[in-house]
């Protein structure tokens, strides 16, 4: 049984910064591209960033491209979400989400996903 579990999100001010870690068990995760979405409240889920399962490419959604990093570590089963530069915008259910082959920007893609870790930035 695959399962994705984000941490890491909190209150922050804008300006701020927050980390966010996503643990995946039960696939194999060095074979698997990762990606993170986000919610709002009444909005639909939207692409943040993904990144292929070797780590080396990486895309970014345009709203937070220059202020949010992706990356992983296989060795730990794990992809993050280093979050800089946070804005009221930001603010959203974040979750992370797995699938086989190439990364994509596209929620309906991946199968698996996590239950999502809250991040609220106020202004």
């Known amino acids: 049984q695959v399962q994705l579990v984000e941490s890491g999100g909190g209150l922050v001010q804008a300006g701020g910064s927050l980390r966010l870690s996503c643990a995946a068990s039960?696939?194999?995760?060095?074979?698997?591209?990762m990606g993170w979405f986000r919610q709002a409240p009444g909005k639909e889920r939207k692409f943040v960033a993904a990144?292929?399962?070797?780590?080396?490419?990486?895309y970014y959604g345009d709203s937070v491209k220059g202020r949010f990093t992706i990356s992983r570590d296989n060795a730990k089963n794990t992809v993050y979400l280093q979050m800089n530069s946070l804005k009221p915008e930001d603010t959203a259910l974040y979750y992370c989400?797995?699938?086989?082959?190439?990364?994509?920007?596209?929620?309906?893609?991946?199968?698996?996903w996590g239950q999502g870790t809250r991040v609220t930035v106020s202004s």
């Open positions: 990144i292929n399962w070797r780590g080396e490419s990486t």
């Open positions: 039960g696939l194999t995760f060095s074979s698997s591209s």
């Open positions: 989400a797995a699938k086989l082959r190439l990364p994509s920007g596209l929620p309906g893609e991946y199968p698996y």
